[in-house]
T-cell receptor, first 114, second 114 residues
Framework: QQQVKQSPQSLIVQKGGISIINCAYE??????FPWYQQFPGKGPALLIA?????SEKKEGRFTISFNKSAKQFSLHIMDSQPGDSATYFC?????????????FGAGTRLAVHP | NAGVTQTPKFQVLKTGQSMTLQCAQD?????MYWYRQDPGMGLRLIYY???????DKGEVPNGYNVSRLNKREFSLRLESAAPSQTSVYFC?????????????FGNGTRLTVT
């Protein structure tokens, strides 16, 4: 059972375009929603994160939009660059037994073509 | 500043062989984790350790054992490797606690079981 559903599985965008990756969740106990970026041969690294009491968070070209009522959130990459080509994972945090548990989506492989 | 260090980077095993994946972190984090990454399935938690001396099962613990040797080191052992354990294994520390500090991942161990 996938608690965090991520789409699309892969995405091709032209340089300068907007990349959009979507995630949906069911568990209303999730209280924090990070996005991780992973380059080939490397481990994932935190890109940007949002709490559910905020509808949008922007850091440079990266924006998270959060819709609490729909239980959906998305990552927008403005002016996409070839260096943004990577795999992106959304995640959601829940506290279970005193432990902060991260549930990851299946990932989106983004390719930005010059 | 090494962060999270995993060894080995690559390993090929035959079915039934055993091995231990090593992980060490130098960030003084209490929590450490082992994930596996498979195409289309994202990152799935195998085991975690909320603090030195404690370990707990994650989503996919079958076929694995762990040891939290001290605060720095958390190892993952495959007692009798199976082809289904072919995957990329990531160790992480930290974990979005009350201060929302991120998970820090190592660069992974790519394991093939033939």
């Amino acid at each position: 059972q996938q608690q965090v559903k991520q789409s699309p599985q892969s995405l091709i965008v032209q340089k300068g375009g907007i990349s959009i990756i979507n995630c949906a969740y069911e568990n209303t106990a999730f209280d924090y929603f990070p996005w991780y970026q992973q380059f080939p041969g490397k481990g994932p690294a935190l890109l940007i994160a949002i709490r559910p009491d905020v509808s949008e968070k922007k850091e440079g070209r990266f924006t998270i939009s959060f819709n609490k009522s729909a239980k959906q959130f998305s990552l927008h990459i403005m002016d996409s660059q070839p260096g943004d080509s990577a795999t992106y994972f959304c995640a959601a945090r829940a506290v279970s037994g005193g432990y902060n548990k991260l549930i990851f989506g299946a990932g989106t492989r983004l390719a930005v073509h010059p | 500043n090494a962060g999270v260090t995993q060894t080995p980077k690559f390993q090929v095993l035959k079915t039934g062989q055993s091995m231990t994946l090593q992980c060490a972190q130098d960030m003084n984090h209490n929590s450490m984790y082992w994930y596996r990454q498979d195409p289309g399935m994202g990152l799935r938690l195998i085991y975690y350790s909320a603090s030195e001396g404690t370990t707990d099962k994650g989503e996919v613990p079958n076929g694995y054992n762990v040891s939290r040797l001290n605060k720095r080191e958390f190892s993952l052992r495959l007692e009798s490797a199976a082809p289904s354990q072919t995957s990329v294994y990531f160790c992480a520390s930290g974990g979005h606690g009350v201060d929302n500090s991120p998970l820090h991942f190592g660069n992974g161990t790519r394991l093939t079981v033939t």
